[in-house]
């Protein structure tokens, strides 16, 4: 099992940033890869971006440019600034880690990121 804790969300305005954070404990064992999806209302659930545990990253084409993922392995935690931000990226984020082990995919509770002026 693997738990995944989130922080950073909150309200910004237009162009402005945020940073968030995502903290992995239990059996870190059994995962590589990290990252981010997001849910708007109505929406799906899309992937945001991906970074494996040797640091190569994959981006949605809508934050590429804008948004830059990173880990930190000795804290077990995966970061997302969030730059240049638009209405359009309001949503739900949730850290996400899929199982090397399993099929089973871990996810965060989710915090939300609202982007309004």
């Known amino acids: 099992q693997v738990q995944l804790v989130e922080s950073g969300g909150g309200l910004v305005q237009p162009g402005g940033s945020l940073r968030l954070s995502c903290a992995a404990s239990g059996s870190i064992f059994s995962i590589n890869a990290m990252g981010w999806y997001r849910q708007a209302p109505g929406e799906e659930r899309d992937l945001v971006a991906l970074i494996t545990r040797g640091g190569s990253t994959n981006y949605a084409d809508s934050v590429k440019g804008r948004f830059i993922i990173s880990r930190d392995n000795t804290k077990n935690t995966v970061y997302l600034q969030m730059n240049s931000l638009k209405p359009e990226d309001t949503a739900v984020y949730y850290c996400?880690?899929?199982?090397?082990?399993?099929?089973?995919?871990?996810w965060g509770q989710g915090t939300q990121v609202t982007v309004s002026s």
């Open positions: 996400y880690a899929p199982s090397i082990v399993s099929t089973r995919n871990f």
